[in-house]
């Protein structure tokens, strides 16, 4: 237990330097608001009306940092690894300590929150995997990260969050590519939204029920927003993770602040 509160401590001592250094380059308050909430899960400096506009536009989902953050802050450590090739099995398990290292320390950044810690788990897997080759079917992979998180606290099984974050990854493993195969543009620009607009509608669908069982409601405009959000969002938390680490350096820290802002 005091480890554990250490490490808590410890996280949240790190959050609010992160924080303070979005607040530094941040002054708008909408711009601060927004950037606070989709980094770092902290959600209590956004107006109603701020969230009226993202849950009208079906866009609320990226103010809350769940499996789309972690998936982009994976894709980000891929790039980053592309520019250091290495296959031996030492520089592997480097790539892999440090993957590991850097995601659920970006869970622990953000607070912990079941969102998180599944997308995380289940990215672990992935890694692992890939590690040592093992590139196993995404549903056991799914299945796998939900057995630990019910292991460690069976109650999750009956949270929100849990039920609609797999529902929408395993709506988007099964009806992303079915859909994307209806029509395949020939131009790269098109072929990339077709793409992100095929995996916010496989999204929806696997959420759908859910949805309005729970909310009575369905936002029509997610296949739209879903082009803005998933690009902006991997544009903002990669500029805004750049700009906490380094944000304290003059130069970079204002050119950095200023691009996000």
Do not use: C
Not at 148 to 153: R, S, T
Not at 231 to 260: D, E, K, Q, R, S
Request: net charge positive; aromatic share 14%; proline share 3%.
């Amino acid at each position: 237990n005091k480890d554990r509160a250490g490490i808590l401590f410890t996280a949240l001592k790190a959050r609010n330097y992160a924080l303070s250094i979005l607040k530094k380059h941040l002054p708008g308050n909408n711009e601060y608001a927004v950037a606070a909430a989709l980094i770092l899960g902290q959600k209590s400096d956004l107006t109603k009306e701020l969230r009226n506009a993202y849950a009208d536009t079906g866009a609320m989902h990226v103010l809350a940092v769940s499996g789309l953050h972690v998936g982009i802050v994976y894709a980000l450590l891929l790039l980053l690894f592309r520019l250091f090739p290495g296959y031996t099995k030492r520089s592997k398990l480097i790539k892999l300590i440090f993957t590991l290292l850097v995601m659920w320390g970006f869970v622990l950044l953000t607070g912990a929150s079941n969102s998180v810690v599944r997308a995380a788990t289940m990215f672990s897997f992935v890694a692992v995997g890939q590690n040592f080759n093992r590139y196993t079917n995404i549903y056991n992979t799914l299945a796998a990260s939900a057995f630990v998180m019910l292991l460690i606290n069976p109650y999750v099984l009956f949270d929100i969050g849990f039920q609609l974050s797999y529902l929408a990854v395993i709506g988007i493993v099964y009806f992303q590519t079915r859909i994307y195969r209806l029509w395949i543009p020939e131009n790269n620009v098109v072929d990339a939204i077709w793409k992100l607009i095929t995996v916010s509608i496989a999204a929806q669908l696997g959420t759908f029920p859910l949805s309005l069982f729970y909310f009575h409601q369905f936002p029509i405009y997610f296949w739209l927003s879903g082009i803005v959000v998933v690009l902006a969002a991997g544009i903002v938390l990669g500029l805004g993770l750049f700009l906490i680490v380094l944000g304290n350096i003059p130069v970079v820290g204002v050119l950095l602040g200023t691009l996000l802002y």
